[in-house]
């Protein structure tokens, strides 16, 4: 069930009024109830800070959105965890500045801290575990490892914020602090297309090297930390460049699949022909809006991912309560219910998409909350990570 009133972080008037419309319209119990608890969700507990400015000054909002039960805010995920909400808030002023708020905040911290993924409360202190290079603040950074895919959730929050509240967000766009941190953004993203060798193939000084000092060498790549994987995510950014590279150098022909998109490649001709169930994936090229669904290199390596040869796609064939891709993160035969949402996202298949639904509901162990992962051995049990993971 839902926190009472008093004790949610945030409420919106437009988005109850919808919660209450479309509930009415679900039949199933279990959905209905999950689509009660999930759809407000963040505002009911991820809210841990909103500053909505001043009325008749030249001040700014804030808002700090966690992540699931992570005292922290990342840009992807804070993006993700407002953005369905975005269109209701043409009718409510209040959601609408809860919303220019993480804008702003975003752009803050990224103009502090580009290469961070994740950021504290302002003025929040935390322990020093890793030595980073570029050195941060740790009063605002609260996890230093770089994602391009950061910097486009910035940028996809602010794009989405833009198009539909012009009025209201051409004030919050012009100001310093947003401009400051779309230059830093835009030029990282530049100076990261600098190679790892130059013309004559000796080592280049690069400004960054995907490599840290840590305590347990989890998540240190070998070879020095040179090379750069591609991934598939900030192709919203110097679009033909990145556009270009994928099709050249993140394709490879399967023996048994034809041409697919490959989740990593090292520079040196090698590749990964696997998915990770968090967003963005491979699976969820679609949804993020890099090519059609029905695109056949996409369908091709959509074959591929839901099949046993992903390396992380995991199906009890013996209950069949659940089945979809799971991530090193979390260790083998542990299924990601986001993966069987973007699965059901990214099908016209009917048939596939209430299977979807009816896993998603039968893998909850009855809290009414996605979950992290769910081991497909006790689905209908409680063997989960992060029991109150936010939807995506």
């Known amino acids: ?33 999950l ?5 407000p969700n963040t505002f009911d507990t991820a809210i841990t800070w909103h500053y909505p400015g001043k009325k008749g000054k030249p001040d700014y909002p804030y808002t700090f959105v966690i992540t699931g039960d992570i005292n922290a805010q990342w840009t992807r995920d804070s993006t993700n965890q407002l953005l369905p909400l975005l269109p209701y808030a043409e009718t409510d002023a209040s959601l609408n500045t809860l919303i220019a708020g993480l804008v702003n905040m975003q752009a803050e911290q990224i103009a502090a801290y580009p290469f961070a993924n994740a950021y504290k409360l302002p003025a929040r202190r935390g322990a020093r575990g890793d030595s980073v290079h570029p050195p941060f603040d740790l009063r605002t950074v609260f996890e230093a490892k770089f994602e391009i895919d950061s910097l486009a959730a910035f940028f996809k929050l602010s794009t989405a914020f833009w198009r539909q509240q012009q009025q209201a967000a051409g004030s919050l766009l012009d100001m310093g602090v947003w401009r400051r941190a779309v230059t830093i953004a835009v030029e990282l993203l ?5 190679p790892t060798f130059d013309s004559e193939q000796r080592l280049t000084d690069a400004m960054v090297r995907f490599v ?43 023996p048994k699949y034809g041409q697919v998109f490959a989740y990593e490649v090292d520079g040196y001709g090698s590749r990964l022909l696997m998915d990770d169930a968090n967003v963005p994936s ?21 074959r591929m991912l839901l099949s046993p040869d992903n390396p992380w796609y995991f199906s009890n064939g013996t209950s ?17 219910p986001m993966s069987v949402a973007i699965q059901a996202l990214t099908s ?12 998603l509901t039968a893998a909850t162990a009855g809290l009414g909350l996605m979950h992290e992962s769910v081991d497909i051995d006790y689905a209908n049990g409680n063997s989960f990570t992060h029991p109150c993971h936010k939807p995506i």
């Open 320 to 336: 069949g309560l659940l089945s979809g891709i799971g991530s090193p993160h979390t260790g083998f035969r542990k299924v990601w």
């Open 35 to 39: 689509f009660i608890n999930i759809m």
């Open 190 to 194: 530049v100076q990261l297309q600098a």
């Open 348 to 359: 016209d298949d009917q048939q596939e998409i209430v299977d979807a639904v009816r896993m």
């Open 282 to 302: 491979l699976l969820a090229l679609p949804y993020l809006g890099f090519v059609n669904a029905t695109d056949p290199i996409y369908q091709n390596t959509r």
């Open 1 to 33: 069930m839902r926190p009472p009133p008093e004790c949610r972080s945030f409420t919106s008037a437009a988005v109850e009024k919808v919660l209450s419309r479309i509930s009415a319209q679900i039949t199933d119990p279990d959905i209905r109830q």
């Open 212 to 254: 840290r000092t840590a305590n347990i060498p989890t998540e240190s790549s070998f070879g020095g930390g040179h090379g750069n994987p591609i991934r598939r995510t900030a192709n919203a950014m110097l679009a033909e460049d990145i556009t270009r590279g994928i099709y050249e150098f993140g394709t490879a022909e399967h």
